[in-house]
Structure formats: C-alpha cells, structure tokens
T-cell receptor
Framework: GAVVSQHPSRVICKSGTSVKIECRSL??????MFWYRQFPKKSLMLMATSNEGSKATYEQGVEKDKFLINHASLTLSTLTVTSAHPEDSSFYICSASNSLSTYEQYFGPGTRLTVT | GIQVEQSPPDLILQEGANSTLRCNFS?????LQWFHQNPWGQLINLFYIPSGTKQNGRLSATTVATERYSLLYISSSQTTDSGVYFCAVPTGGGNKLTFGTGTQLKVEL
C-alpha cells in the first residue's frame, strides 16, 4: 500500500520551454501532496505544499510563477516548470500524505530534469 | 527553523558489519521518520518513530525525544543497504517535513 508514482522519470528540455511532472497516489487518497527539489549529494528541500482543490503554499524563496502546482484531485498533483533554464536542472520528488495528523509521507521515485 | 543534523556524513562498511547512524534535532518534535534513498533516487520509508524503539529485520531505530536524537542501527549490512539515509521531522505546522543532512552509506564486498 501507499504507492506514489511520478511521470516522467527523466526529461530533457530546451531552455525557454515548459515541462510538466505528474505525481499520482495509486492506492490511497492524498489530501496533501508535497514537492521537493534535491541537488546532487544534498538533502531534500521542500518547494511547496498542495492540498486538493486549493492553491499551493510555497516555501520562502520558491517562485510560484515559475513552479506552477496544481492538485486537482485526491490522486493527482502536477508541477510545471515554466520557461525552464539550465539552473532548474535538478531531481524533483513528490510525496503524498493521506492524513493531517500522522505526518507520514510516501514518496514518488523522482523526476530527473535536465534543461539544455 | 529547526535544524536536523546527521552523522556521520559518509560511511563505508564491509559487508556483514554493523553500524549506527545518528540524527540530532534542535527543537522538540512529536514524530520522526527514517528514510533510505536508494542509488536510483527512490525514498523508502523505514520507520515512523516518534519515540521508543522499533525493529524491522536487520534494521532498528530508537528515538529519545527528550534528548532530541534518534539512532538507526543497521546490522549485518549488505550491499543493497547502500544509499543515503535521511531522518526527517515535522515543522511549520501541518505535516511539512524538514530533512536531515543525510548519511551516505556504501557497503562493499
């Protein structure tokens, strides 16, 4: 149980284009989904928290217009990197939680984004 | 905000050896999770351990919340244990997590 998928697993795009990453909870309803960014040999950095049907809450320093997050259903959240630049290249990981009280999060396999 | 430090940052073991990974946090927490990130990037939940001790096979974890630390024990290590181990604690209300600095483990034959 508690399986989270991400698609695509890796993507290469050109500077200036936009790319969408999907995060799905496969066997539970995710009231909250989280998006993280991880640089090589570094820890995970929380970018934003999204609750189904409401606007995402972004962490300080994360540009909401650059990283568009949509959580339209209890099983799907999307992260769109708009007008991508090489510095946006990174490993993006989503997680999902089905409760506000237990704090447990289940993680997707990650998406490796390379912007050329 | 809360600081979460892990030690050691890097660890190389021979297969079959035991190890202890430590997670220190700077403020009181009411839960803590341990994760293993495999070489392909997937994070795997190991333990949800607000306090006390839990065991799962060759792994066990102990959290002493009053002293603000948690320990992850790996016994009879195997090459498949290689990867990065993170602890994470809740912060900022809701169920946001702050991740520790990580321990990179390599188990060699």
């Amino acid at each position: 149980g508690a399986v989270v998928s991400q698609h695509p697993s890796r993507v290469i795009c050109k500077s200036g284009t936009s790319v969408k990453i999907e995060c799905r909870s496969l066997d539970f309803q995710a009231t909250t989904m989280f998006w993280y960014r991880q640089f090589p040999k570094k820890s995970l950095m929380l970018m934003a928290t999204s609750n189904e049907g409401s606007k995402a809450t972004y962490e300080q320093g994360v540009e909401k217009d650059k990283f568009l997050i949509n959580h339209a259903s209890l099983t799907l959240s999307t992260l769109t990197v708009t007008s991508a630049h090489p510095e946006d290249s990174s490993f993006y990981i989503c997680s999902a939680s089905n409760s506000l009280s237990t704090y447990e999060q289940y993680f997707g396999p990650g998406t490796r984004l390379t912007v050329t | 905000g809360i600081q979460v430090e892990q030690s050691p940052p890097d660890l190389i073991l021979q297969e079959g050896a035991n190890s202890t990974l430590r997670c220190n946090f700077s403020d009181s927490v009411n839960n803590l999770q341990w994760f293993h990130q495999n070489p392909w990037g997937q994070l795997i939940n190991l333990f949800y351990i607000p306090s006390g001790t839990k065991q799962n096979g060759r792994l066990s974890a102990t959290t002493v919340a009053t002293e603000r630390y948690s320990l992850l024990y790996i016994s009879s290590s195997q090459t498949t244990d290689s990867g990065v181990y993170f602890c994470a604690v809740p912060t900022g209300g809701g169920n946001k997590l702050t991740f520790g600095t990580g321990t990179q483990l390599k188990v060699e034959l």
